[in-house]
């Protein structure tokens, strides 16, 4: 979009005095404050995105694509509140937790500890935690079993892939076979 198209497009009934709007919105839950001096809606929308904008460019994605950014944070939400206080009780959860724990036969993928041999409870871990990866969290390829000393030293502080290159091609063979 060029310099004249895009004055046309701000200069619509509104439309310039509502994009800053959803930019400031937008680089407040970034965490920015917009309301200092100097901050531009270069500044801004370069915060949010990640990327390095001139002025012309902060405004075309403001126009063309923060609609879709604005979606993909909307439908980050919905999958958070999924992940709630009874997510360890449904179905689904019970379901993938049952092929984790089956793909690693019962031991721990860190230290190999298992329940039958040294008495350790096990966990079915996140690999990337559910708090930041809600939409993860009944994905089998993100799962991990770690006994409870492990897991609870690992936390969600870190998201290392701890099972074998085996395990792992097993865990993704048994999907892929369940999809054919």
């Not at 230290?111 to 939409?135: A, F, M, Q, T, Y």
């Not at 969290?137 to 993100?142: E, G, P």
Request: glycine share 8%.
């Amino acid at each position: 979009m060029d310099r004249k198209e895009l004055r046309k497009a701000l200069n619509r009934s509104g439309k310039r005095g509502g994009l800053l709007r959803r930019a400031k919105s937008l680089y407040r839950k970034a965490g920015g404050k917009p309301v200092a001096s100097g901050v531009t809606v270069a500044v801004m929308v370069s915060t949010v995105t990640g990327r390095r904008m001139t002025k012309h460019d902060a405004w075309v994605w403001l126009l063309e694509e923060s609609d879709s950014f604005i979606e993909n944070i909307v439908s980050t939400a919905k999958a958070k509140k999924s992940v709630g206080p009874n997510f360890s009780k449904s179905v689904a959860w019970k379901a993938v937790r049952f092929e984790a724990l089956k793909a690693s036969n019962g031991g721990c993928c860190l230290c190999g500890r298992s329940n039958r041999e040294h008495g350790v409870i096990l966990h079915v871990d996140h690999i990337k935690p559910k708090s930041k990866w809600p939409e993860l969290a009944l994905t089998l390829s993100n799962l991990q079993v770690l006994c409870e000393d492990c897991n609870m030293g690992k936390g969600n502080r870190d998201d290392t892939d701890w099972r074998t290159a085996t395990e792992t091609d097993r865990q993704l063979d048994a999907v892929n076979w369940r999809e054919i």
